[in-house]
């Protein structure tokens, strides 16, 4: 099995910046697409990003596009989320994730492996 663990949320004002990270147990991380969600309070957990296997391809929601930036070092077995021009709206428990190929990357019922969240907030 495979096991995830976020750092790096905290407390930021707004227009600030974040690095989340994300590391995975194991040997096969370089096999799975890493995503991030977040769960605001009161929301439905909501897709942010999600990166390939080899890094080749990214995806973000529309609402955080040009702000958040995905990568991974399969080397490190870790996955990052890059937040800048932070926002109050983005305040919300953040997830990283781990699915197999060949299924949406937008859905979380896809992904097989989750962490247990960092959270972020933003104050205005």
């Known amino acids: 099995q495979v096991q995830l663990v976020e750092s790096g949320g905290g407390l930021v004002q707004a227009g600030g910046s974040l690095r989340l990270s994300c590391t995975a147990s194991g040997r096969t991380f370089s096999s799975y697409v890493m995503g991030w969600f977040r769960q605001a309070p009161g929301k439905e957990r909501e897709f942010a990003a999600s990166?390939?296997?080899?890094?080749?391809?990214?995806y973000y929601a529309d609402s955080v596009k040009g702000r958040f930036t995905i990568s991974r070092d399969n080397a490190k077995n870790t996955v990052y989320l890059q937040i800048s021009s932070l926002k109050p709206e983005d305040t919300a428990v953040y997830y990283c994730a781990a699915k197999v190929v060949g299924s949406s990357d937008y859905f979380a019922l896809n992904y097989r492996y989750w962490g247990q969240g960092t959270q972020v907030t933003v104050s205005s």
């Open positions: 990166i390939s296997r080899n890094s080749d391809t990214t």
